[in-house]
């Protein structure tokens, strides 16, 4: 009797052991897909394309860019601000420049300012968290596309909001990183935790 509980007892560890483990894997998906459905930390959301028509209330939408210290490229925004038509769809875009003297691999995280409003901010397209390798000396042009939802005008919290400020921040990825040898200089990093199909090439 006593070994039969023993069995249970080790099936039971066994069995929390390995749903941890589980859990600690999911984590950072579960994590990207809670920020995505709050707009949690100033995440936009990634949903539908726009309803139709726009209203003919408008907001200043801001492009901001910015790389990580150890990553080797020249990126910014094509345009400084859009004033877009809250509802309409818009298309926007960035590029980079690999100023290394080898193919360089890198991940962009984004966020939206002020926070309150990244509820109402809906990216239709996006080349976030994607890996995206440049040339050496290459240049590539990366495309999103967005829309305001209307009810930010109406909701009281957010009411006040005239510019909403989109930043992206490029990281060298862990594998590229890992590769070149430039892991202990790289500074902070992002590591695809899956292979991620690359949507821009030189």
């Given at each position: 009797?006593?070994?039969?509980?023993n069995g249970l007892m080790a099936f039971g560890l066994v069995a929390v052991i390995g749903g941890m483990v589980g859990l600690s894997f999911a984590s950072v998906p579960l994590?990207?897909?809670?920020?995505?459905?709050?707009?949690?930390?100033?995440?936009?959301?990634?949903?539908?394309?726009?309803?139709?028509?726009?209203?003919?209330?408008?907001?200043?939408?801001?492009?901001?860019?910015?790389?990580?210290?150890?990553?080797?490229w020249r990126f910014n925004p094509v345009q400084s601000e859009i004033r877009v038509a809250l509802g309409d769809e818009q298309p926007a875009f960035y590029e980079a420049r690999n100023l290394a003297s080898t193919p360089v691999t890198g991940v962009s995280t984004y966020n939206v300012t002020p926070e309150k409003a990244a509820?109402?901010?809906?990216?239709?397209?996006?080349?976030?968290f994607n890996e995206q390798t440049i040339a050496a000396g290459g240049d590539v042009q990366f495309p999103l596309s967005f829309w305001v939802d209307p009810a930010i005008a109406t909701d009281p919290n957010t009411a006040d909001v005239t510019?909403?400020?989109?930043?992206?921040?490029?990281?060298?990825?862990?594998?590229?990183?890992?590769?070149t040898g430039a892991l202990a200089k790289a500074g902070p990093h992002i590591g695809a935790g899956e292979p991620q199909p690359r949507t821009a090439t030189p």
């Open positions: 009797m006593a070994r039969n509980n994590y990207r897909m809670f920020c995505a459905a709050t707009g949690y930390g100033g995440t936009p959301q990634i949903g539908p394309e726009a309803g139709p028509g726009a209203t003919g209330r408008f907001i200043t939408v801001r492009f901001n860019a910015d790389v990580n210290g150890g990553m080797p509820i109402y901010f809906h990216k239709t397209q996006c080349f976030c510019t909403i400020t989109l930043s992206y921040t490029f990281f060298r990825s862990l594998d590229d990183a890992s590769r």
